[in-house]
């Protein structure tokens, strides 16, 4: 994105251990920041189950219906349901493995970040190996 190298970088780690809404939550305090041109990028991956990987790039249907779900409720804004993912989605446990919640936890602090104007745009979606799904979203003002 920035080939030059000339904007700063600060990493910020996750907790996947706190639930959606605190992550969330955590995401709003660091709102104001987005109103100052910081870029916030989260990086993680809502479909991430590396014990049912494939030989292919071809999608399997239980993780594009978990993808769909989200999508759908992330263009609604609805948070409601997003917090509740793992009780809500079809597929969840299969999707996001107790092991691999910390690959949607950065869904939830990037998306906080933008709930003064509460506005999703999927830019991206592919599906290496058939089960991991790469999504870019944009969150906020501009979508």
Same mark, same amino acid.
């Given at each position: *994105?920035? !080939? %030059? /190298?000339?904007?700063?970088?600060? /990493?910020?780690s996750? =907790?996947? &251990?706190?639930? !959606?809404? @605190?992550?969330? =939550?955590?995401?709003? *305090?660091?709102?104001? &920041?987005?109103? +100052? +041109?910081?870029?916030?990028?989260?990086s993680?991956?809502?479909?991430?189950n590396l014990? &049912? &990987? #494939?030989?292919? +790039? @071809? !999608? $399997? @249907?239980?993780?594009?219906?978990? =993808?769909?779900?989200? #999508? %759908?409720?992330?263009? $609604?804004?609805?948070?409601r @349901?997003l917090?509740?993912?793992e009780?809500?989605? !079809?597929?969840?446990?299969? /999707?996001?493995?107790?092991? #691999?919640?910390?690959?949607i936890?950065?869904l939830?602090?990037? *998306?906080?970040?933008? =709930?003064?104007?509460?506005?999703a745009?999927?830019?991206?979606?592919?599906?290496p190996?058939?089960?991991l799904?790469?999504n870019?979203? $944009?969150?906020? +003002? #501009?979508?």
């Amino acid at each position: *994105m920035y !080939p %030059e /190298a000339n904007i700063p970088v600060i /990493a910020v780690s996750v =907790d996947s &251990l706190r639930t !959606p809404q @605190e992550q969330y =939550d955590i995401g709003r *305090m660091l709102e104001q &920041l987005r109103h +100052d +041109d910081v870029l916030i990028i989260g990086s993680g991956g809502t479909v991430h189950n590396l014990r &049912l &990987l #494939g030989n292919t +790039d @071809e !999608p $399997q @249907e239980w993780a594009v219906e978990f =993808d769909n779900w989200i #999508g %759908e409720r992330l263009q $609604q804004w609805n948070t409601r @349901e997003l917090f509740q993912y793992e009780k809500k989605a !079809p597929h969840a446990r299969t /999707a996001v493995p107790s092991y #691999g919640t910390e690959h949607i936890a950065p869904l939830f602090y990037a *998306m906080g970040t933008a =709930d003064m104007s509460r506005s999703a745009k999927r830019l991206f979606q592919s599906y290496p190996y058939g089960t991991l799904s790469l999504n870019c979203w $944009q969150f906020g +003002d #501009g979508v």
